[in-house]
């Protein structure tokens, strides 16, 4: 574990808790220290620093964080733009970008006294980020105050969001190249744009014509995954089947809650219940599978976003493969959770045994959401409803180019993007492989004969097994903590489960049973959807 040493007159117990959380997520240990002893550090952090401060951080031997004091900092003006230049200890979706953000308006710059320094971001011309290269050590510097975190139940990434990050940004990528994680590729950039609610009924749903929107994705380049409620599964009309068939690298489905009812993911109810009821949405997509002849992801994105714990946990035990939800909804249904200050800040969170995606409101102006999920390694998924769309698919070419110019990106589906959530090392011979989700497909890389697993979810003594299988049908069960290189062919195409997930069992009258409120007030509500457009046409007349 690495070690901070914090210098600073006053610690307050908000940076206390961000500190114990960032060195949670990091694996990182902040302790109070003296400038004086770099025993047995590996890093600085100066949270008041000043001109007499400069030599002292600059001799040190090892890198450092220093914010510099607020009389210190100059005035650049009230814009809310920031440039980023195009340094190496830049994370590089940022180099050479601009961003505007409100939270940059009251950004003061660094001193002109500070010298010999790169600078990595600035406003109006105004070095507001540098870095100072000494025989091989960095020394950051910083106008950007390190956020507090006000309470124990307040999460970082409430100052890690679309509305406001630049404040923790430096210091999160500080961090980063502190860390192990930085010599690790990361997984790869993938994005959908996700719609909740739409069925297979009719070519259309409500703004939404599925046919023009597979055009519309092949020319823009994305994919849109459509998170459709189980209970309508008893209807597929079968252009529309066929078109999901043949359009399948641009259009997905993936489960939308079972009935759509209220906080029906987040209710206290007996375990029995929770457990039938999420076994019959499961038991209803298998029948629109069939009938559709499609594959529907076993990720589930819940209505209204919201999920309790124990949902979570029952999810992972009966097959499903992932969850999908914004950060602020999950922390709304769980704030007296144990893990609540971290979520949402790694590539994905792993509770109770079940990974969880976060996704973000889609809107013309969510590219600073956009950014934030591409920084945290984590796939792009803004999220609407057929309102989005309603008078044009500009939004989607809007924000589709902008994701696209942030390098190589990968649009698909989310059972794709569950099973490629991983980063790699290679050494020598050997391709170190960390899991971000419970399954994981890949193809080997020539050169490789052995595979070593970590799973960064499971703590120290847990025990999980490990299932490989190959194209061959061939299976290998690791030992359940199994810690050494497991031996592969060079080019094999595998698949890794942790955790064998199990096919439920289930007499399928009892998960024919449906509740006829609930058959109502989708058929309500559905109908409200499709004949929206309508009524507003004649409005406009």
């Given at each position: 574990?690495?070690?901070?040493?914090?210098?600073?007159?006053?610690?307050?117990?908000?940076?206390?808790?961000?500190?114990?959380?960032?060195?949670?997520?990091?694996?990182?240990?902040?302790?109070?220290?003296?400038?004086?002893?770099?025993?047995?550090?590996?890093?600085?952090?100066?949270?008041?620093?000043?001109?007499?401060?400069?030599?002292?951080?600059?001799?040190?031997?090892?890198?450092?964080?220093?914010?510099?004091?607020?009389?210190?900092?100059?005035?650049?003006?009230?814009?809310?733009?920031?440039?980023?230049?195009?340094?190496?200890?830049?994370?590089?979706?940022?180099?050479?970008?601009?961003?505007?953000?409100?939270?940059?308006?009251?950004?003061?710059?660094?001193?002109?006294?500070?010298?010999?320094?790169?600078?990595?971001?600035?406003?109006?011309?105004?070095?507001?980020?540098?870095?100072?290269?000494?025989?091989?050590?960095?020394?950051?510097?910083?106008?950007?105050?390190?956020?507090?975190?006000?309470?124990?139940?307040?999460?970082?990434?409430?100052?890690?969001?679309?509305?406001?990050?630049?404040?923790?940004?430096?210091?999160?990528?500080?961090?980063?190249?502190?860390?192990?994680?930085?010599?690790?590729?990361?997984?790869?950039?993938?994005?959908?744009?996700?719609?909740?609610?739409?069925?297979?009924?009719?070519?259309?749903?409500?703004?939404?014509?599925?046919?023009?929107?597979?055009?519309?994705?092949?020319?823009?380049?994305?994919?849109?995954?459509?998170?459709?409620?189980?209970?309508?599964?008893?209807?597929?009309?079968?252009?529309?089947?066929?078109?999901?068939?043949?359009?399948?690298?641009?259009?997905?489905?993936?489960?939308?809650?079972?009935?759509?009812?209220?906080?029906?993911?987040?209710?206290?109810?007996?375990?029995?219940?929770?457990?039938?009821?999420?076994?019959?949405?499961?038991?209803?997509?298998?029948?629109?599978?069939?009938?559709?002849?499609?594959?529907?992801?076993?990720?589930?994105?819940?209505?209204?976003?919201?999920?309790?714990?124990?949902?979570?946990?029952?999810?992972?035990?009966?097959?499903?493969?992932?969850?999908?939800?914004?950060?602020?909804?999950?922390?709304?249904?769980?704030?007296?959770?144990?893990?609540?200050?971290?979520?949402?800040?790694?590539?994905?969170?792993?509770?109770?045994?079940?990974?969880?995606?976060?996704?973000?409101?889609?809107?013309?102006?969510?590219?600073?959401?956009?950014?934030?999920?591409?920084?945290?390694?984590?796939?792009?998924?803004?999220?609407?409803?057929?309102?989005?769309?309603?008078?044009?698919?500009?939004?989607?070419?809007?924000?589709?180019?902008?994701?696209?110019?942030?390098?190589?990106?990968?649009?698909?589906?989310?059972?794709?993007?569950?099973?490629?959530?991983?980063?790699?090392?290679?050494?020598?011979?050997?391709?170190?492989?960390?899991?971000?989700?419970?399954?994981?497909?890949?193809?080997?890389?020539?050169?490789?004969?052995?595979?070593?697993?970590?799973?960064?979810?499971?703590?120290?003594g847990t025990m999980e097994p490990l299932l490989i299988t190959t194209t061959d049908g061939s299976k290998n069960i690791a030992p359940i903590e199994f810690k050494e290189p497991i031996s592969i062919c060079p080019g094999q195409k595998i698949q890794i489960i942790s955790s064998t997930i199990p096919q439920y069992q289930e007499n399928c009258g009892s998960l024919n049973k449906f509740k006829p409120w609930s058959v109502v007030r989708r058929i309500i509500t559905e109908a409200r959807d499709r004949i929206?457009?309508?009524?507003?046409?004649?409005?406009?007349?």
């Amino acid at each position: 574990m690495k070690r901070i040493g914090i210098s600073a007159p006053l610690i307050s117990q908000g940076h206390w808790r961000m500190f114990d959380a960032l060195g949670e997520i990091f694996g990182i240990l902040f302790e109070e220290g003296k400038l004086t002893k770099d025993n047995h550090y590996d890093a600085w952090l100066h949270l008041e620093i000043n001109r007499e401060s400069i030599l002292r951080i600059q001799s040190s031997k090892l890198p450092s964080y220093a914010v510099m004091s607020e009389k210190h900092t100059t005035y650049c003006g009230e814009f809310s733009s920031i440039k980023f230049n195009t340094h190496l200890s830049i994370p590089e979706i940022l180099r050479n970008r601009e961003i505007r953000s409100d939270e940059a308006i009251q950004v003061k710059g660094l001193p002109n006294w500070l010298q010999n320094t790169a600078t990595l971001a600035y406003k109006a011309d105004s070095p507001i980020w540098a870095v100072h290269e000494h025989q091989d050590c960095h020394h950051h510097y910083v106008t950007l105050a390190i956020p507090e975190l006000n309470s124990d139940d307040e999460p970082v990434f409430h100052h890690f969001q679309g509305n406001k990050f630049l404040a923790l940004l430096p210091f999160l990528t500080f961090l980063r190249h502190l860390t192990d994680e930085n010599r690790w590729n990361p997984p790869p950039l993938q994005a959908c744009f996700m719609f909740d609610d739409p069925n297979l009924h009719w070519p259309t749903y409500g703004f939404m014509n599925f046919s023009e929107i597979a055009k519309h994705a092949e020319l823009h380049n994305y994919h849109a995954s459509f998170a459709t409620i189980p209970l309508d599964a008893w209807f597929v009309h079968k252009q529309t089947a066929s078109l999901f068939q043949k359009q399948h690298d641009r259009l997905s489905l993936l489960m939308h809650g079972n009935d759509h009812i209220a906080d029906e993911l987040a209710r206290k109810i007996p375990n029995d219940e929770l457990n039938r009821m999420l076994k019959q949405a499961l038991f209803r997509i298998e029948k629109l599978e069939k009938c559709a002849n499609i594959s529907v992801a076993r990720v589930m994105a819940p209505p209204h976003g919201a999920f309790s714990e124990d949902t979570l946990k029952e999810m992972s035990l009966i097959g499903y493969e992932a969850a999908c939800v914004s950060r602020g909804s999950l922390m709304h249904h769980n704030k007296q959770a144990s893990w609540v200050q971290t979520i949402g800040m790694r590539p994905s969170d792993n509770i109770l045994g079940l990974p969880v995606f976060p996704r973000f409101r889609i809107s013309m102006d969510c590219q600073n959401s956009i950014l934030v999920a591409a920084l945290l390694h984590q796939p792009i998924i803004p999220v609407g409803h057929h309102q989005d769309v309603a008078e044009n698919m500009d939004l989607l070419a809007h924000l589709s180019n902008f994701i696209n110019s942030l390098g190589e990106v990968r649009w698909t589906n989310m059972t794709n993007i569950s099973r490629s959530h991983y980063s790699e090392l290679i050494d020598k011979e050997i391709l170190h492989l960390k899991m971000h989700s419970r399954i994981v497909d890949l193809s080997i890389p020539e050169g490789i004969k052995h595979i070593l697993i970590e799973r960064p979810w499971l703590k120290e003594g847990t025990m999980e097994p490990l299932l490989i299988t190959t194209t061959d049908g061939s299976k290998n069960i690791a030992p359940i903590e199994f810690k050494e290189p497991i031996s592969i062919c060079p080019g094999q195409k595998i698949q890794i489960i942790s955790s064998t997930i199990p096919q439920y069992q289930e007499n399928c009258g009892s998960l024919n049973k449906f509740k006829p409120w609930s058959v109502v007030r989708r058929i309500i509500t559905e109908a409200r959807d499709r004949i929206t457009p309508s009524i507003q046409r004649i409005s406009i007349r």
